[in-house]
T-cell receptor, first 115, second 114 residues
Framework: SQTIHQWPATLVQPVGSPLSLECTVE??????LYWYRQAAGRGLQLLFY??????ISSEVPQNLSASRPQDRQFILSSKKLLLSDSGFYLC??????????????FGNGTRLTVT | DAKTTQPTSMDCAEGRAANLPCNHS???????VYWYRQIHSQGPQYIIH???NNETNEMASLIITEDRKSSTLILPHATLRDTAVYYC???????????????FGTGTKLQVIP
């Protein structure tokens, strides 16, 4: 069966520090990968998606970047964090092929607090 | 993808059926209705989806009106563990090689009361 892992679960970082959040998927090949952010009391905002290694699309302009160095690895980064980067970050995957109406599968998220 | 409207919050007594409504009046013919839920501090969990027929799985039932402009998620016997935010989403399924841009609103916060 497929599983998705995100780490760390919680993170407290000072303003101006770098960020690296990692997400890996097991049990599937060539997945679509996504990064979402959820601010307190808000809905989920799609940040990035990727359909393959090195292929990243950004949905909103921001202080963050994403990379996909391996097929099942997705990394969210920042060179200098802002207070507004605080939030709950979620990685998700969906099958690239197969059932065309397959749902998204989410990890358990990383709660980032920028101080 | 069509926009959805859900009540902000609902309460349900433990053991009773929880009926969560969703309006999607601008839904198009090839858009599916999906339901997810998010338990506090966890990632969203897929529950069920459907196109026009009613659907049932081990978690819930999905009732879609004949005109497809609204739907209801039914949790037949709500438990305290069903307390969560429930998201209704409509979207066009993406075919092989395509990505799936899924937009989540703020959903319905369901509180199951002992």
């Amino acid at each position: 069966s497929q599983t998705i892992h995100q780490w760390p679960a919680t993170l407290v970082q000072p303003v101006g520090s770098p960020l690296s959040l990692e997400c890996t998927v097991e049990g599937t090949s060539n997945p679509n990968l996504y990064w979402y952010r959820q601010a307190a009391g808000r809905g989920l905002q799609l940040l990035f998606y990727s359909v393959g290694i090195g292929q990243i699309s950004s949905e909103v302009p921001q202080n963050l970047s994403a990379s996909r160095p391996q097929d099942r690895q997705f990394i969210l980064s920042s060179k200098k964090l802002l207070l507004s980067d605080s939030g709950f970050y979620l990685c998700a995957w969906s099958p690239l092929r197969g059932s065309y109406n397959s749902p998204l599968h989410f990890g358990n998220g990383t709660r980032l607090t920028v101080t | 993808d069509a926009k959805t409207t859900q009540p902000t919050s609902m309460d349900c007594a433990e053991g009773r059926a929880a009926n969560l409504p969703c309006n999607h009046s601008t839904i198009s013919g090839n858009e599916y209705v999906y339901w997810y839920r998010q338990i506090h501090s966890q990632g969203p969990q897929y529950i069920i989806h459907g196109l026009k027929n009613n659907e049932t799985n081990e978690m819930a039932s999905l009732i879609i009106t004949e005109d497809r402009k609204s739907s209801t998620l039914i949790l037949p016997h709500a438990t305290l563990r069903d307390t969560a935010v429930y998201y209704c989403i409509v979207r066009v399924p993406r075919y092989s090689g395509g990505y799936q841009k899924v937009t989540f609103g703020t959903g319905t916060k369901l509180q199951v009361i002992p």
